[in-house]
Every structure is written in structure tokens, then in C-alpha cells.
């Protein structure tokens, strides 16, 4: 039993980290309509600029800072000098972005090297925080999860119950219509860019601080966030949120209980969910 929920509550807490990232990922890829396969770059970039943020400074809450802003920076030039000027065209926004991730992560190993690196936690939460059955789980880990919460209700606020995230929603369904009646819809989705690369940033420092960095990290959550954001339905935070909780427990009770279907385990939740309900457990927007 102990076993268990100390299992389930690494999923969980897992699940906040993929959230993060898949957040940014299906604002840019489910409302935009725009494959960005350099996201997981853009993720791990974030994550060693806040790390060296971090060595400069000794402050986690400037690392945060400024892996977003390197991020956020990074993806809005993507966007701007290529993606963007290929809208539609998947195939050729597909093969652009995975040529974007892989100088990024070339340019990340020649400045980085190939050694593992650490964010070292704010003080006063890595502390160990005393629970029924586990006895002890670490704090740090429950804040990650407190704030992949916080992020997702801020996000479908803005979404639902703001004039921005209804102008987003009015573009993904009629760009003419908006653009008509007088909105900058290019300039409307240069600002969800920025956001969504800015959330992947900052989930790179988060991974740094409760995990590590390595070389190789960014192919990890690309394929976590294509997963999620395939389970959970395109453009959809709160599907994003569902799916991130899906795939970190599978992932998480297949490492404990079938390590030698782990793998296997997460990829069939995708055909599965692509077989039965290929728009995803939630709408978009939603």
C-alpha cells in the first residue's frame, strides 16, 4: 500500500511537470493550428539559461525569470522568421521546427556540454512534509504540483473568461471574421506564442530544480507533450491537465509494476485514445 501511493503521488506531481510543458504546447499547436517540434528545445533551452541565471545570481526566483524570457524570445523568432510565414502547411512547419530543435540542441551541448545539471530549490520548501502511509514526501514536489495548478486555472481564465482568450477562440474559428471587425489577429497570436513559449521555459527551470537536465531531455517532453496533447484534445487546457494525470501515472505504475512494458504502456494509451476518441477527451478552448 505504501508502494502505491508513493507511486501515485510521483505520477501526480509528474503529471504537473508535463502539464507544463503541454500547456504552452497545445496553445500553440491546438489554437494555432502551428506544429512547433522544436518546443522540446525551447523547453530544455529554458531550462539551462536558468540554471546558468541561477549560478550567476544564487536566485531561483531570477532563474525562472529568465529561462521564460529566453524561451518566450526564442520561440517568438521561431514563429516569426519561419513557422509563421508557412501557416497551414504542416508538413513544412514540421520539418522546419525539427531542423530549429536540432541546432538548438547542438548549440545547447557545445555551450553546456554533455554533464547533468541541478537548479537548486528556493529555500525553506525542500523540506520533507510528513503524510499518512508514506510517512514523509518531499514538499518540493507538492509545490510543483500546487503550481502546474495554479498555471492551468490562470490559463483557462484567460481563455474563457477574458476579451483576449474569447478574441483567440473567435480567430481559431474565423480569422476573416476577426480580422474584419478590426482585430490585429497576427499580432493576437504572436501574444499566445509568446505565452506558450514562455510556460515551456519555465517548465524547464521547474524540471532543473525537482529533476535534472541532460542532453536528450528535450526529445523526452516533446514526445510527453505530443502524448498528453494528443489524449487530452487539441487547444484544450483543461484536456491538457487530463492528459498530462494520464500519462504520468501509466508512466509511473509501468516503471514500478511492468518495467519492461513501460514504454509500451504510454504509446498505447495514445492509439487507444486515437482509436476511440481521436478528438481527445476534451474540446477546444475548454
Given at each position: 500500500m505504501k508502494l502505491f501511493v508513493l507511486v501515485t503521488l510521483n505520477g501526480l506531481t509528474l503529471a504537473g511537470l508535463y502539464?507544463?510543458?503541454?500547456?504552452?504546447?497545445?496553445?500553440?499547436?491546438?489554437?494555432?493550428?502551428?506544429?512547433?517540434?522544436?518546443?522540446?528545445?525551447?523547453?530544455?533551452?529554458?531550462?539551462?539559461?536558468?540554471?546558468?541565471v541561477a549560478?550567476?545570481?544564487g536566485s531561483w526566483t531570477l532563474a525562472l525569470v529568465g529561462g521564460s524570457l529566453a524561451s518566450a524570445a526564442?520561440?517568438?523568432?521561431?514563429?516569426?522568421?519561419?513557422?509563421?510565414?508557412?501557416?497551414?502547411?504542416?508538413?513544412?512547419?514540421?520539418?522546419?521546427?525539427?531542423g530549429v530543435s536540432i541546432v538548438l540542441a547542438d548549440q545547447i551541448l557545445a555551450v553546456w556540454g554533455g554533464q547533468t545539471y541541478q537548479i537548486d530549490p528556493p529555500e525553506g520548501i525542500d523540506v520533507l512534509l510528513p503524510l499518512p502511509l508514506v510517512r514523509a514526501y518531499p514538499f518540493l514536489r507538492l509545490s510543483m504540483l500546487l503550481a502546474a495548478?495554479?498555471?492551468?486555472?490562470?490559463?483557462?481564465?484567460?481563455?474563457?473568461?477574458?476579451?483576449?482568450?474569447?478574441?483567440?477562440?473567435?480567430?481559431?474559428e474565423d480569422?476573416?471574421?476577426?480580422?474584419?471587425?478590426?482585430?490585429?489577429?497576427?499580432q493576437l497570436f504572436l501574444g499566445v506564442v509568446i505565452v506558450g513559449s514562455a510556460l515551456a521555459g519555465a517548465a524547464g527551470v521547474v524540471a532543473a530544480t525537482?529533476?535534472?537536465?541532460?542532453?536528450?531531455?528535450?526529445?523526452?517532453?516533446?514526445?510527453?507533450s505530443l502524448i498528453v496533447v494528443i489524449v487530452g484534445g487539441m487547444g484544450s487546457v483543461s484536456g491538457a491537465a487530463l492528459g498530462a494525470v494520464l500519462v504520468a501515472l501509466i508512466e509511473q505504475y509501468g516503471s514500478v509494476y511492468f518495467p519492461t512494458y513501460s514504454v509500451v504502456l504510454t504509446f498505447l494509451l495514445m492509439a487507444v485514445m486515437l482509436a476511440l476518441r481521436p478528438q481527445g477527451l476534451r474540446k477546444v478552448g475548454t
Open positions: 502539464f507544463l510543458v503541454a500547456s504552452g504546447f497545445t496553445l500553440i499547436f491546438g489554437l494555432l493550428r502551428t506544429l512547433n517540434l522544436a518546443h522540446g528545445a525551447i523547453f530544455l533551452l529554458g531550462g539551462y539559461i536558468g540554471f546558468s549560478e550567476v545570481t526564442v520561440g517568438t523568432a521561431v514563429y516569426l522568421l519561419l513557422l509563421g510565414r508557412h501557416a497551414g502547411d504542416v508538413l513544412q512547419q514540421a520539418l522546419l521546427s525539427i495548478l495554479i498555471v492551468g486555472v490562470a490559463l483557462w481564465l484567460l481563455l474563457n473568461r477574458t476579451r483576449f482568450g474569447l478574441r483567440i477562440r473567435a480567430g481559431v480569422r476573416q471574421m476577426l480580422s474584419a471587425m478590426g482585430v490585429d489577429v497576427p525537482i529533476l535534472s537536465l541532460s542532453p536528450g531531455e528535450d526529445v523526452h517532453f516533446l514526445l510527453a
